[in-house]
């Protein structure tokens, strides 16, 4: 079951929208309990100083104890602190989802470190390199999703920084869209996760080499969407 959380600064996360029926925060206990997903978004931009994050939403957790999955809207500050509040409230987290554009370097080094149980973790239009996120794939044993869309230092980063990385043998989906993807691209992204079943590269500037490359040297691969 999915909740969407409509947040706006002058609120204090009372206000949900659950199964599409508005409801208040005294809505019985067995219906919080059976939600295993939640999407946060804020209606308008925040003004400074009043811009919601995710440890203003303890009562909320507290409330959902089989919840899964958190996809964080792009107006919704996180932090390091965040991470850690919503590690250890929801212990069943599978899959985090980032769209903020500003999410520091520091919160990505702390997913891994704190939910290392993540089998998807979606980080939308943040400036991080390809060696940040394969660190901090190689640092969750059970991650099978990665994705990493409207990136665009992904490529720049590749050549330069990924000489003796491991690869990241459990990853089977990623989703590289808008990142600029070469051919030079590709060859890295062979070598790191050698069992990919779905590959999506849209917006990539590949050339039949390229292409070449990607088919021969994954052999599982099921999907590929350019």
């Known amino acids: 079951m999915s909740l969407v959380a409509t947040i706006t600064p002058d609120d204090s996360c009372t206000t949900i929208f659950y199964d599409r029926v508005r409801a208040s925060s005294d809505v019985h206990p067995y219906c919080h309990a ?8 804020t209606a308008a931009e925040p003004q400074r100083g009043t811009c919601m994050s995710l440890r203003h939403m303890r009562d909320v957790w507290k ?10 809207g792009s107006r919704v500050a996180i932090t390091v602190v965040d991470i850690r509040v919503v590690a250890r409230d929801c212990p069943h987290l599978d899959a985090l989802v980032i ?3 500003r999410v520091g370097f520091d919160v990505i080094k702390a997913v891994p470190r704190e939910l290392p149980r993540l089998k998807q973790l979606d980080i939308t239009a943040a400036t991080v390199s390809m060696a940040t996120a394969v660190d901090a794939a190689q640092h969750m044993p059970h991650l099978q999703t990665l994705s990493l869309c409207g990136t665009p230092r992904l490529h720049l980063n590749t050549r330069f920084t990924l000489a003796g990385i491991k690869p990241v043998t459990t990853l089977t989906t990623l989703h590289l869209r808008d990142c600029w993807i070469d051919d030079t691209d590709a060859a890295v992204i062979v070598r790191l996760f050698p069992n990919l079943e779905e590959l999506v590269l ?3 500037s590949l050339t039949a ?3 070449s490359t990607l ?5 599982n691969l099921q999907k590929l969407d350019l």
């Not at 059976?34 to 946060?40: A, D, F, K, L």
């Not at 088919?215 to 052999?219: G, I, S, T, V």
């Open 215 to 219: 088919m021969d040297e994954l052999p």
């Open 63 to 72: 409330l959902m104890p089989d919840l899964t999955r958190i996809h964080v």
């Open 202 to 204: 849209t917006g990539a």
């Open 34 to 41: 059976s939600i295993t997903s939640v999407v946060i978004t």
């Open 99 to 101: 769209e903020n554009p």
């Open 209 to 211: 080499n390229g292409m």
